[in-house]
């Protein structure tokens, strides 16, 4: 059992960067995979992340400009954004998921804990 709390999102012109933040509370923080997740509007929900044990995964989308970090003592999940580009724009969902699930991070019907969301804007 986790809570999840996102902030960071915000307004940004292309190519600028953002850093995400998700704190979570509660019991076995560190058994979870972990993940980010996106949902343009009028579109479902998407992967864009995941770690686990230091383990990371990305969506092609987002390899080489994202990269997903943990610190287990500060229950945080973190998510810098670079070389941001219009299509990015989407709400940001923080997710946990039990361990097993992260050999398919990418199927947010696994992950039983999101938070609230984030909004990011990348302007043109």
């Known amino acids: 059992q986790v809570q999840l709390v996102e902030s960071g999102g915000g307004s940004v012109q292309a190519g600028g960067s953002l850093k995400l933040s998700c704190a979570a509370s509660g019991s076995n923080y560190r058994t979870y995979c972990m993940a980010w997740f996106r949902q343009a509007a009028g579109k479902e929900r998407e992967g864009v992340a995941a770690?686990?044990?230091?383990?990371?995964y990305y969506a092609d989308s987002v390899k080489g400009r994202f990269t997903i970090s943990q610190d287990n003592a500060k229950k945080t999940l973190y998510l810098q954004m670079n070389s941001l580009k219009p299509e990015d724009t989407a709400m940001y969902y923080c997710?946990?998921?039990?361990?097993?699930?992260?050999?398919?991070?990418?199927?947010?019907?696994?992950?039983?804990?999101w938070g609230q969301g984030t909004q990011v804007t990348v302007a043109s």
């Open positions: 997710a946990a998921a039990a361990s097993f699930h992260c050999r398919i991070w990418y199927n947010r019907a696994g992950f039983a804990y």
């Open positions: 770690i686990y044990t230091g383990n990371t």
